[in-house]
């Protein structure tokens, strides 16, 4: 996911005071940490899953608007501007 670990520490640590996560550890092992929801990170998860499938319904009408040859010229034009960035 491209984060380094002090940036899994610094989101973990928020998700923790807002009591969103709980850590957990294996006996026997405590060098490895695990997360897991809390009921209140559960409904927060569902709800943000909501928002995406919103905003994917949103999108889907949006490209239906273009042509399958507008889509190609689309992405060609947006490939080749990636690779000049």
Do not use: C, W
Not at 9 to 36: A, H
Not at 53 to 71: H, I, S
């Amino acid at each position: 996911m491209n984060i380094t670990k002090g940036g899994i520490s610094k989101i973990s640590s928020r998700l923790l005071k807002k009591k969103l996560i709980q850590i957990y550890r294996r006996e026997g092992n405590k060098k490895e940490i695990f997360y897991s929801l809390t009921p209140l990170g559960r409904e927060v998860f569902l709800v943000h899953e909501k928002l995406h499938e919103k905003l994917y319904q949103k999108a889907d009408l949006f490209l239906d608007g273009f042509t399958d040859e507008e889509l190609k010229k689309i992405i060609e034009f947006i490939s080749g501007l990636s690779e000049i960035i």
